[in-house]
């Protein structure tokens, strides 16, 4: 999908008390970063912003951070952002990356609507892939939980095979999640692809 550049994205991040750009900086830090010891829930590829935003607003005990590499994405999170937020942080950066921005900090990761990176030869660059949930091992601060959604079936199928053999146990799996009821929160692909009567594949899994 083509991005649409936004021409004054740069203007919006260098003014926004909410971005970090320079997560590295804050590994091992990141309850300074929210002045408290309140769980910290990540979601990987947060597009423009309106899950996490809404779970922070609906959950202020719990802190959120979301990390997208996209500036112009990011930049369209950030004017979403009520004033006096506290429990939000957005962080501009690659999930390649992510073991140098966390250290044992982290109780929850979400993975909404990723990449499938369909090509056989590209399936390590998924973020359910074993070069990813390696990484994760040091993200994670005791046990270890990971929420997944998307349209895409193959995917699907493939992260359920490697959170399994990766040791996650998979607590709840749902192949047409809003036939069950819809979420109290969503993101923007969860409802273009719900309107159009496409299923929306979940799975939660732990791994102590």
Not at 16 to 36: A, C, M, Q, T
Not at 108 to 127: E, G, M, T
Not at 133 to 143: D, R
Not at 178 to 195: L, M
Request: include cysteine; glycine fraction near 4%; hydrophobic fraction near 35%.
């Amino acid at each position: 999908m083509r991005l649409r550049n936004v021409k004054n994205k740069e203007e919006i991040m260098s003014q926004s008390s909410y971005l970090i750009r320079d997560p590295e900086n804050y590994k091992g830090k990141w309850k300074d970063v929210f002045s408290n010891s309140n769980p910290i829930f990540v979601e990987i590829g947060m597009g423009k912003g309106q899950f996490v935003i809404q779970n922070a607003l609906l959950h202020p005990n719990i802190n959120y951070i979301g990390i997208e590499k996209y500036d112009s994405v990011i930049a369209k999170a950030l004017q979403k952002i009520p004033d006096g937020l506290k429990n939000l942080v957005m962080v501009r950066g690659d999930a390649s990356f992510i073991d140098t921005f966390f250290d044992h900090e982290i109780d929850q990761i979400y993975l909404n609507f990723s990449d499938p990176w369909p090509k056989k030869r590209h399936h390590l660059r998924r973020l359910s892939s074993s070069f990813f949930l390696e990484k994760y091992e040091s993200v994670f601060c005791g046990k270890k939980v990971i929420e997944m959604r998307t349209d895409n079936s193959s995917l699907f199928q493939y992260s359920l095979v490697s959170f399994s053999t990766f040791g996650y146990v998979l607590e709840e799996i749902s192949f047409d999640l809003h036939a069950e009821g819809i979420p109290e929160v969503t993101t923007e692909y969860e409802d273009k692809f719900s309107n159009q009567e496409m299923p929306i594949y979940f799975v939660r899994c732990m791994k102590e």
